[in-house]
């Protein structure tokens, strides 16, 4: 099995090299292909207006200057032309990528664009940032990613399907469990803008969320990471709301009178 491993949060992240491991427990054809510089929050981005540029940072190894899209791209049109990968690896972050952070992350737009392309992909992150001692447990992927990957790839997997994967912040001896999730939705009140003042005195502004307990729903990602559990969810790149689509079906006309009938 050829394996692609890329992340968001750049070549030299220590997240990238525990993913390395996983996917060298796994395959001995395993390859790096990750921005040279932190995407975090990049999505699904691509570089359009400059030319892409890598550079050989190590054996099968690759630093891109673009984005988890770009490295994805380059890494299956370029630097694997010969021999397409089979599996995408994207992460494992450094911090979790739940509820509507999936429409923001990198990380996960490294799986997007895996599975775009036609190759099962998988993300992975770790909850960073609730330990009381401030740990943070690396092992925990370590532990638990290969068996993971290994019976994703031994399940049935629709196409246009990825797999998004969150670790809890906890050892791997005090994981509870690991359950299938659906994608959640956090409560945005969080959401702040904090003011600062550079050294000219004048101001710039830090975007973020405010670290707070809530009670998500149980069966979200959300739920299962505040539960201590590993949570999986399978995201699907088709993002039609069918129920409204339909619903549209009977309203929208040309002529100003309604439609009937669906016309398919």
Known sequence: MRILVTN?????????SVLHQ???????????????????????????????RYREIGERAFAVRG?????????VKQVLKDKAPDLVLSGVNHGSNLAEDVTYSGTIAGAMEGTLLGI?????????????EGKQHWKTPLEYGPRI??????????????????????????VKGIVATRQGRRDQGGLHIQERADT????????????????????????????????VTPL??????????????????LDGTKRLKDAG
Request: aromatic share 6%.
């Open 8 to 16: 968001d949060d750049g070549a030299g992240a220590h997240g990238l």
């Open 22 to 52: 996983i996917a060298k427990s796994l395959s001995d054809d395993v390859w790096i292909v990750a921005p040279e510089m932190n995407q975090s929050g990049a999505s699904h981005a691509l570089t359009l207006q400059v030319p892409l």
């Open 67 to 75: 984005t988890p899209a770009d490295c994805v791209i380059m890494g």
């Open 120 to 132: 099962r992909s998988i993300a992975m992150s770790l909850t960073i940032g609730f330990d009381p």
């Open 149 to 174: 990957v290994e019976q994703l790839l031994g399940s049935d997997w629709p196409a246009m399907t990825l797999m998004n994967v969150n670790y809890p912040d906890l050892a791997p001896g005090d």
């Open 200 to 231: 000219w005195g004048d101001p710039y502004f830090w975007v973020g969320f405010e670290r707070r307990r809530a009670d998500p729903p149980q069966g979200t990602d959300l739920r299962a990471i505040m539960d201590g559990m590993i949570s």
């Open 236 to 253: 699907h790149l088709n993002l039609t709301h069918d129920v409204t689509r339909e619903a549209l079906s009977g309203v929208l006309t």
